[in-house]
Each structure stands twice: as C-alpha cells, then as structure tokens.
C-alpha cells in the first residue's frame, strides 16, 4: 500500500522561504513519476513541479523560485519554495504517479501574508 506524508508547511510572509517534505513508503520515489500539486481557495488542482528520473518541469509561476528534489536513500521528495508570494497560497500535495495509478497525500497548507 502506498503511503505518502506531506510535512513543511506554514505561515511565511511574502518573500519567504518553506520546504515541503513527501516521505514515501509502499514505493520507490525513484522509480516514479513524483509531483507537488496545489489547490488555492476556489481553483483547481495545479502541477507545481514534477521529477522523473533526472528530469523536472514547474509550472511557469513558479520557475526560477521553486526546485523539487529527492532523495533516494530516505525516499523522500522535496519542495524548496523561495521568494514566496501570497498567490502561492494553497494546500500542497504530493502526488506518486506509477503503473498508472495515482497516489495523494493528505496535503500540507501554505498560507504567503502580504
């Protein structure tokens, strides 16, 4: 059964910094296509950043200020989200995409004050 934790999130004021933590158990984060995905109040779920193998993709509102990582030896991925802005606002998912199945954690709320 495939399980993930999301932890790191809080309330930061407008440039900021958090880092979000999914730990992994069930499956191997390296051997998946891993996700943060956020939903802000009254919008739909959003890619954020994604990791597959050594390739990364972020949504365009975020490049250049977030970076997804993961570490192979705790199974663990990471989201660094620097210079933050009150339209990053949202509860933060983890997301394990695998043999074409869709896995979520419970998310993690992410609340930028101006």
């Known amino acids: 059964q495939v399980q993930l934790v999301e932890s790191g999130g809080g309330l930061v004021q407008a440039g900021g910094s958090l880092r979000l933590s999914c730990a992994a158990s069930?499956?191997?984060?390296?051997?998946?296509?891993m996700g943060w995905y956020r939903q802000a109040p009254g919008k739909q779920r959003e890619l954020v950043a994604a990791?597959?193998?050594?390739?990364?993709n972020y949504a365009d509102s975020v490049k250049g200020r977030f970076t997804i990582s993961r570490d192979n030896a705790k199974n663990t991925v990471y989201l660094q989200m620097n210079s933050l802005k009150p339209e990053d606002t949202g509860v933060y998912h983890c997301n394990l995409y695998r043999f074409g199945r869709d896995y979520w954690g419970q998310g993690t709320q992410v609340t930028v004050s101006s």
């Open positions: 069930g499956s191997t984060v390296s051997r998946s296509v």
């Open positions: 990791i597959t193998g050594d390739n990364t």
